[in-house]
């Protein structure tokens, strides 16, 4: 108890003392909840958007090592790892994000963003919940340091920056994240969903969000005067083609059982209504689960844009170029036996009936990049219910990303904290 007492005043953060036995996850967790409420507000307020986040940073930073952790900043861009060294066990990597979006809050809570509009910018919103995700984080931190008699084992928390744009993570990773402080045993992360309620999580097993990819497709032509056609050969109608083409991949190419999104979101040719253009330009979002039919969709865009080309009569030097990047965010897999350890362990926190199976989603989401690493992490991202009652009730659920978009603080923060740090705690003690 001596040890126990001097641990909690050399942490000195929560302050809290149980004298009838262990302190439970649920005492820490509702006496800390005004300090993450706070905090939460303040995170809210204050967004960075992709690659600017390094007040956040700053600020994440700070409350680690106010509660024991060894601190590393500008790890990756604002990139911070924080790590807690507790004795023989496994080593568990723990991640937020940190980043917000180029975009005008329009909830009209007190607390709104103070990043408004302005000369040169869009303002800025946590309109992806990623100060929920910090927030949550930081409450799972703060418990386990002051629960350090336990659990054993290392915790290895990673503020990631820029996941809105998929390039955080692999900063990361490529700057040496598992070659510098060594790689975990596990993975885990959460995300706000937008339609779970507020006190519930939700888990999806195996692929749960797709690899994600923007693909460019430049369309070659003959310019001519509108009016004569026949000296032409129209990339408008020649594109409008491909487009129409590229419908039939995932209605009569793909298994009907497996899943695959082929969406042209940009279609860009011509200056004025009576020239016919030389070129147009298509970019489209692929989304996909495995690597097979990721591969299958890129040859079918390929022959579809080629054939009808050739249909059109263009020679062989003006085939459309098709631009696949190399880099790309690849698809979400939740290692199907961690997740049925945090399931156990989230009905543990919060309930079995609170704990509901989540459909997947053809999102991107790079905390997959973790997982995939030659060491092959078992990885789970669950969902962390935030719709407040009151817009249930309504059936008005704004979804992520949407400048309407909020969770219900008080409850969210307070199952996130609970379920994931009953998960960490189980896992810590093989259990
Ligand atoms: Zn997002
Ligand atoms: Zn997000």
Redesign the pocket.
Same mark, same amino acid.
């Given at each position: 108890m001596k040890k126990l007492m001097l641990t909690l005043l050399s942490i000195g953060v929560i302050g809290l003392m149980s004298w009838n036995g262990p302190i439970t996850p649920s005492e820490l967790i509702d006496k800390d909840l005004p300090y993450l409420l706070a905090f939460y507000k303040t995170r809210h307020q204050e967004p960075e958007i992709s690659l600017q986040e390094k007040e956040t940073a700053k600020a994440l930073a700070g409350e680690l090592r106010q509660i024991g952790f060894d601190v590393t900043e500008d790890f990756g861009g604002y990139g911070i790892v924080g790590i807690l060294k507790n004795g023989d066990g496994p080593m568990i990597l723990y991640r937020t994000d940190m980043d917000a /979006?180029p975009m005008a809050e329009k909830t009209g809570l007190p607390y709104t963003s103070k990043r408004v509009p302005g000369e040169g910018q869009d303002g800025a919103m946590h309109?992806?919940?990623?100060d929920m995700h910090m927030t949550t984080w930081l409450g799972t931190a703060r418990a386990l340091a002051n629960m350090k008699d336990q659990w054993k084992g290392t915790l290895m928390l990673i503020g990631q920056p820029a &996941? &809105?744009i998929g390039a955080g993570a692999k900063l990361m990773i490529d700057n040496g994240l598992y070659q510098t402080f060594g790689v975990p045993d596990y993975a885990i992360g959460l995300h706000c969903s937008p339609t779970i309620p507020a006190g519930q999580v939700g888990f999806g097993k195996g692929y749960t969000m797709a690899n994600t990819e923007k693909i460019t497709i430049n369309v070659f032509g003959k310019g001519a005067h509108g009016a004569s056609p026949h000296m032409s050969i129209d990339p408008v109608v020649i594109a409008s083609m491909i487009v129409m083409d590229l419908q039939t991949i995932v209605s009569r190419n793909i298994k009907p059982t497996d899943a695959a999104v082929v969406t042209v979101g940009v279609f860009q040719s011509g200056t004025a209504y009576n020239i016919i253009p030389d070129g147009a330009k298509l970019e489209l979002t692929v989304r996909t689960y495995s690597e097979e039919t990721r591969q299958y969709v890129h040859k079918r865009i390929k022959e579809i844009c080629r054939g009808v080309a050739m249909g059109a009569g263009l020679p062989e030097d003006k085939m459309p170029e098709v631009i696949i990047p190399d880099v790309f965010t690849p698809a979400n897999y939740n290692d199907p036996e961690l997740m049925d350890d945090l399931v156990t362990s989230a009905q543990k926190a919060i309930g079995e009936a609170a704990v509901v199976a989540a459909e997947p989603l053809m999102?991107g989401e790079d905390f997959s990049r973790y997982g995939l690493t030659p060491e092959d992490v078992p990885a789970v991202l669950y969902w962390l219910g935030t719709a407040p009652q009151a817009r249930i009730e309504s059936g008005d659920l704004p979804g /992520?990303?949407s400048p309407f978009y909020y969770p219900d603080p008080e409850v969210s923060i307070k199952t996130g904290v609970s379920v994931t740090t009953q998960g960490l705690l189980d896992l810590f003690n093989g259990e």
């Amino acid at each position: 108890m001596k040890k126990l007492m001097l641990t909690l005043l050399s942490i000195g953060v929560i302050g809290l003392m149980s004298w009838n036995g262990p302190i439970t996850p649920s005492e820490l967790i509702d006496k800390d909840l005004p300090y993450l409420l706070a905090f939460y507000k303040t995170r809210h307020q204050e967004p960075e958007i992709s690659l600017q986040e390094k007040e956040t940073a700053k600020a994440l930073a700070g409350e680690l090592r106010q509660i024991g952790f060894d601190v590393t900043e500008d790890f990756g861009g604002y990139g911070i790892v924080g790590i807690l060294k507790n004795g023989d066990g496994p080593m568990i990597l723990y991640r937020t994000d940190m980043d917000a /979006l180029p975009m005008a809050e329009k909830t009209g809570l007190p607390y709104t963003s103070k990043r408004v509009p302005g000369e040169g910018q869009d303002g800025a919103m946590h309109a992806c919940g990623h100060d929920m995700h910090m927030t949550t984080w930081l409450g799972t931190a703060r418990a386990l340091a002051n629960m350090k008699d336990q659990w054993k084992g290392t915790l290895m928390l990673i503020g990631q920056p820029a &996941e &809105e744009i998929g390039a955080g993570a692999k900063l990361m990773i490529d700057n040496g994240l598992y070659q510098t402080f060594g790689v975990p045993d596990y993975a885990i992360g959460l995300h706000c969903s937008p339609t779970i309620p507020a006190g519930q999580v939700g888990f999806g097993k195996g692929y749960t969000m797709a690899n994600t990819e923007k693909i460019t497709i430049n369309v070659f032509g003959k310019g001519a005067h509108g009016a004569s056609p026949h000296m032409s050969i129209d990339p408008v109608v020649i594109a409008s083609m491909i487009v129409m083409d590229l419908q039939t991949i995932v209605s009569r190419n793909i298994k009907p059982t497996d899943a695959a999104v082929v969406t042209v979101g940009v279609f860009q040719s011509g200056t004025a209504y009576n020239i016919i253009p030389d070129g147009a330009k298509l970019e489209l979002t692929v989304r996909t689960y495995s690597e097979e039919t990721r591969q299958y969709v890129h040859k079918r865009i390929k022959e579809i844009c080629r054939g009808v080309a050739m249909g059109a009569g263009l020679p062989e030097d003006k085939m459309p170029e098709v631009i696949i990047p190399d880099v790309f965010t690849p698809a979400n897999y939740n290692d199907p036996e961690l997740m049925d350890d945090l399931v156990t362990s989230a009905q543990k926190a919060i309930g079995e009936a609170a704990v509901v199976a989540a459909e997947p989603l053809m999102i991107g989401e790079d905390f997959s990049r973790y997982g995939l690493t030659p060491e092959d992490v078992p990885a789970v991202l669950y969902w962390l219910g935030t719709a407040p009652q009151a817009r249930i009730e309504s059936g008005d659920l704004p979804g /992520l990303h949407s400048p309407f978009y909020y969770p219900d603080p008080e409850v969210s923060i307070k199952t996130g904290v609970s379920v994931t740090t009953q998960g960490l705690l189980d896992l810590f003690n093989g259990e």
